[in-house]
């Protein structure tokens, strides 16, 4: 009898014994989600600024604040105080970073992130162009009818497309602490009939900027990580065409303490738009040498950058002992031997026959 | 009457309940190339004492451990079931201290310590009082409930690797001198000393135990691999928990949900309170055994109490940690000395017995 | 003999509708005792003397006729039996009482298609008050040399009679046995209710998990008892009491047999899923839009908090108001007489529907859960079982208020471990069959 007492209180403690507390209870249209935030790095503090859909009746509104602070944490904080709820991180889609802010580096930023686990390491980072008041203001007046728009233009099922390079924050901070990889960051402006325009990328080199590449070498980068070139129009004189697979097959060797790569990447096409005389036999060696030549541009600046964007360091990581792994950005990245092919195949010419 | 499948289900859900939080932390932390090497180590000692645990429990069919150290007299029931009840004890409320604090520091970070604490406890103490028969069973419908998100969750997490970090191969043995891999081993030895408690609950067939912990190989390897290889031994080694941060990182859009750790890390927590209510109830088998008079209800009750006032005691994740470091002795003498002192006693009774036959 | 009638008389003198006639029987003087109001006593009459007629043809005495008539019993028995609708027949010479089945008013409903169950294939019979025709329906599904009944009646003031029956080929002796001693060792006790036999055959009355499994169909009866259960029939309780009950029983049906194996397979799932939704669905709610939103979706986060907008009341405040009213709608429908019922449908309906929303006392959304979780609790077998999921899911949001996600994945644990833990005659709840070679699941 005792012991079916026992397990009943049990059971009711169980049930209703923190009754008294409500610690995290904070419902939902009480919290302010921000999905955009841009950081700007003035002098000693950080500038925060926070895009808020703010739901009403019938639209999404948008709201922008502007806070600055010692850290980020004080600076939303200080959001926090000043507004009628409390802002929570926690939906955070995309970080803007200033272009300074990134030339001056962004490690401090990325380890507070990922310590606190508020943000979820899945957020994009973007490399804002402009001032970040003008660019949100911007944004916001031409977003003002449609719904929250901005990272739509990131989502890969909905206006990604491959010449936008996706890093998310947990990529980036790998970069900065692991010995042979870089990532590439998005860079972007406000657009003068779109929201946004894409400018191209920043080459990142353990959480610094130290270049920027078009966005038809982002294109190639992309290509070369066979997330790619899906869907792509491809422009040249004499015709435009559309990359629908790619696949890169690299070989590489280590000789006497110098990388060899040679890489060769293939790529199927469909042609969307062909001027008169231009053969497929023209199309595609003219394809083929104008991507090898860009292929050959972007890796000469990532190069002299000693920025490892395109991850290369991660096939010598058997050739170079541990130790020495540390020194791949200075000692053999810069050494590395790049040899690279490209190689079209045209896989149909759509409705209307092409000369071959 | 068979119940492999109760006890293999049980064996299962409490391993992976261990390895996913700890154990590739330790393992990460404890060598900086090679990790497979650090990782075999355990395994393979793992299974040599489950192999020679099963083996001497074998010598005494329908007998548990306590009644075969009291068969083989006083000292020897000293000597080995003290230290294993401080253990048990110890590991209780490491367990629950420790997993509370995981707890708040993945979700839950407004809610206090001692709600979460009482929850865990409360809810692993109502079905240790319930008795072996519900653990076991419990364990069964939980498997059913969540071993299907823990396993989608686990392969998803491939989603990320790259797997050049898988090199260099070459592994020195350096980590033999460190701390965490001597921790590590908390993965490898909490789980396995039930076999000797449920005998005359359950019978179970040997070869069925040995398949269920090599199925478990993947798992220790992959804890320890997927943050690895997604992050990089540089930028995994500067995380707490490698797993549950590599887990954030999977990003499936059709899914409903955002953050996928959540389920995962919550299944997982299930298994939890499997474990600590297996603990709890080995516990109590001890004390029991030794003061038979006091109703077993009254000393569950008394053991979470007092784990729970511990708990409320230990102010910070260091203090766990210490509390780890320290644990690791006796975790050792439990891991060895109790598999091989159970085979050594059944050798001799049935050398004995023999000589009494003929 | 005087002091024998007198004794009966004494019993039921107060009773308007109790008779004693004086009569003879091939002219020997004879009492007639009964109830008007259960005997039609002139066609009785008219019955036993054509039997009596029938009787001296082959010229027996009298003794051998009243034998032929009924049995022997002593005051105690006789006074029962009149109690039971029989007619007690006295002799006034050699004090005897003969207990003799009469012609009875016809007081009882005839077999007719369930009302508290649906069948969508299968045999539309149910049971009815009596049990001897719920037997003879049994009887009539299971045509087996095996199936064996005994019949108990308890209660010392209050009579009452129990059948028990049970295949003696696939049942366990030992659950028989068990449930004939509980019942035996009982005897005494009043049983007028369910709740009053499972307390006699030694249940605590305080789980909330149902010790039987009833059901109207003697085609379910028949399928439990070729898995090894003992059935009950309680007289006057129009349903058999299966037991032991186990968790399995709230998701099959023995019609599902009746569908080809994928279907049935998917409806046996559909029906865990339906539980399963009930129990997480509202706690989910609180636990997202409350404790843990991290885990929704920014899209469905922002649409949730507009549909929230201006919602005077936290969300858990909110979901136990409008699970209490769906509960009262519920209990009314029950109670209401089916002419009114449906304008307690329109008017929740409404109320439900779009008053509240419209009012801002509740989100949209809300009432899709809410709906959602009542369509999926009816998915359940047993109008019992959903009771207890529907208490169930109380814990689970009161938890979920606490906890957020973790209060729901530790309701269920705790739920999982309840049920684990209940046994009745030493058989798990969770065991798939019971049969006598114990295939054992879970």
Known sequence: ?356 | MDKSLHVIVMYILTHLALIFFVYPGNIIDSTTQGHWAAIFIGVAVHFIFIYLYMKGLSFFPKKDLISIYFGAGKIVSIIFLLPLACYLLMINIITIRAYSEIITIVFLSNTPLWAIMALLLSISTFIAISGIETIFRTGILLMILFLPPVLFVFFASFQNVDWHYFLPLNSDLGFFAKREFYQSFFAFSGGFIFLGFVQPYFSYSRKKILLAAVALVPFFIFSVYIPILTFGQATASLFTLPYVVVVDTININWLMFDRVTMFFLLSLITFIFLFISLIQWKTVRIINKCIPAVNSVYVIVALSLFTYLVCLFIPNWKEVKNLFWWNSMLRFYILIAIPISVYMIGLHSKRGGKQNDG | MDAILSEITNKFAENEDFFIERSELLDVPVFFLGFHSLIDLTKTKTNIQRNINHTIATKASLEDCLTLLGEEKNVEDAALSILEGKLIICLEVDSKCIVTAPVSKPLNRSIEPPTNENVLLGSLNSFTEELEANLGLVRKQILSEHLRSKSFTVGRTQKKKLSLLYLEDSTDRKLVQQVIKRIEANQEKAIQNIQSLAKALGFSSWGIVSKFNITELPQEAVFYLKKGRVVLFLDQFPAALILPKLLWDMFVLESDNNHPAPMMIALRLLRIFGALITLILPGLYVALVAINPEILQIELALSIAKSREGVPYPAFVEIIIMLIVLELILEASARLPKTIGPTITMVGGIILGQAVVEAKLVSNLLIIILAATTIATSTVIGFQNLLTIRLCKYAMVILASIFGVLGIISGLVLISAYLASIKSFSIPFLHIQSTKDEADHG
């Open chain 1, 1 to 356: 009898m005792m012991v079916k007492f026992v397990r009943t209180s049990l059971l009711i403690i169980c049930i209703t014994l923190p009754l008294s507390g409500c610690w995290d209870i904070k419902d939902i249209n009480h919290r302010l989600l921000p999905v955009t935030m841009g950081i700007a790095k003035q002098g000693e503090e950080y500038e925060v600024i926070l895009q808020i859909p703010q739901p009403t009746q019938n639209t999404t509104k948008i709201k922008i604040v502007k806070e600055t602070g010692k850290t980020i944490t004080q600076a939303i904080d200080r959001i926090s105080m000043n507004m009628e709820s409390s802002v929570e991180l926690l939906h955070l889609r995309i970080i803007i970073i200033d272009k300074e802010t990134a030339e001056l580096g962004i490690a401090d930023i990325l380890s507070g992130f990922i310590r606190a686990r508020e943000v979820s390491s899945k957020t994009l980072l973007v490399i804002c162009d402009e001032e970040l008041d003008s660019f949100f203001a911007n944004v916001n007046g031409a977003m003002e009818s449609e719904n929250i728009a901005i990272f739509d233009f990131f989502e890969k099922d909905k206006g990604w497309t491959p010449h936008i390079v996706l890093t998310r924050v947990w990529e980036a901070f790998r970069s900065i602490h692991s010995y042979t990889i870089d990532v590439a960051i998005p860079i972007v402006a406000s657009g003068e009939s779109t929201i946004i325009s894409h400018v191209g990328s920043a080459v990142m080199k353990k959480g610094r900027m130290v270049d920027r590449v078009t966005s038809d070498e982002s294109l190639l980068f992309n290509t070369f990580h066979g997330e790619g070139a899906e869907g792509k129009i491809e422009v040249m004189d004499k015709a435009s065409v559309l990359i629908v697979d790619s696949a890169v097959k690299n070989k590489h060797q280590f000789v006497d303490n110098r990388p060899y790569l040679q890489c060769q990447i293939n790529i199927d096409v469909v042609i969307l738009e062909a001027q008169k005389g231009a053969t497929n036999e023209v199309i595609k060696n003219d394809l083929e040498k104008a991507l090898s030549n860009r292929f050959k541009e972007l890796f000469a600046k990532i190069q002299a950058n000693k920025a490892d964007i395109l991850g290369l360091g991660q096939y010598y990581r058997s050739n170079i002992p541990r130790t020495k792994l540390k020194e791949w950005r200075t000692a053999y990245y810069p050494a590395l031997t790049l040899d690279v092919q490209f190689h079209v195949d045209i896989r149909n010419e759509g409705y209307i026959k092409n000369p071959s």
